[in-house]
């Protein structure tokens, strides 16, 4: 039988969710490497590739991340070549440089590898799964906001 501290810290999903995504954490550093860019600063650059001259406001919609820390991300992409930033108006659009795709075709990759590794240990149908879960959870939440 599971003592009082077990069933707390298996059953609180704060505490799940943060240890999970320590460990998942840990798991893209070592696939999704490039130097001084955390593995965030990649899913922009694919929302970007996808988006070209997608504005600023929407880049942040679709991250589901605050417009400060978009503006942080996009002045570390510029300033190492990666993306473009045009002004029209109150609007900035964003877009992939040539550097930029190279980098984008090489997260491709690596992202694939990430799937597969933790996948072999998750089994592929509950890594897909619980990809699924997590992302419906976070727009329930996000709606509530």
Request: glycine share 2%.
């Amino acid at each position: 039988m599971k003592n009082e501290e077990e069933e707390v810290l298996i059953h609180c999903l704060y505490f799940t969710a943060s240890r999970f995504a320590r460990n998942i954490t840990k798991l893209a550093e070592k696939f999704l490497d490039a130097g001084d860019l955390a593995p965030s600063y990649f899913y922009m650059i694919m929302v970007v590739h996808f988006h070209p001259e997608i504005t600023q406001k929407e880049l942040c919609r679709k991250l589901s991340i605050a417009p400060s820390t978009s503006t942080r991300f996009i002045d570390k992409l510029e300033k190492k070549q990666l993306v473009s930033r045009k002004m029209s108006g109150k609007q900035t659009f964003i877009s992939l440089t040539q550097e930029g795709e190279a980098v984008y075709s090489q997260f491709r990759v690596s992202i694939k590898e990430l799937f597969d590794d933790y996948s072999e240990t998750l089994g592929r149908d509950f890594s897909l799964n619980l990809s699924r879960m997590l992302h419906e959870a976070s727009n329930k939440l996000e709606k509530e906001e």
